[in-house]
């Protein structure tokens, strides 16, 4: 079991910077491959960033490359997301996600463990 619990979000405007963090709990963190997901209103769930276990393999979304840089520590056994150059368009719910198999990561429907989500608003 995997527990995540995310923080990190607020209201920033447009052009500016926040930083994600996923806590997870667990002894075995390193061996997941985390990812962040996240859903506007009226939306459907989108696709954010990935990472895998190792850490060696980094996946993101078009809308979202070149602004946003998913990373982890697996001694803290959080993952980062850095978010830069904030868009209106990309306030949201992010969620942290986890999973044992590094494979289809941009697959929100083959993840095993959630997090609550943290609000993002970008005001423009």
């Known amino acids: 079991q995997v527990q995540l619990v995310e923080s990190g979000g607020g209201l920033v405007q447009a052009g500016g910077s926040l930083r994600l963090s996923c806590a997870a709990s667990?002894?075995?963190?390193?061996?997941?491959?985390m990812g962040w997901f996240r859903q506007a209103p009226g939306k459907e769930r989108e696709f954010v960033a990935a990472?895998?276990?190792?850490?060696?393999?980094?996946y993101y979304a078009d809308s979202v490359k070149g602004r946003f840089t998913i990373s982890r520590d697996n001694v803290k056994n959080t993952v980062y997301l850095q978010m830069n150059s904030l868009k209106p368009e990309d306030t949201a719910v992010y969620y942290c996600?986890?999973?044992?198999?590094?494979?289809?990561?941009?697959?929100?429907?083959?993840?095993?463990?959630w997090g609550q989500g943290t609000q993002v608003t970008v005001s423009s």
């Open positions: 990472m895998s276990w190792s850490g060696g393999s980094t």
């Open positions: 996600t986890a999973k044992r198999v590094s494979s289809n990561l941009r697959s929100g429907s083959t993840y095993n463990y």
């Open positions: 667990g002894r075995t963190f390193n061996v997941y491959a």
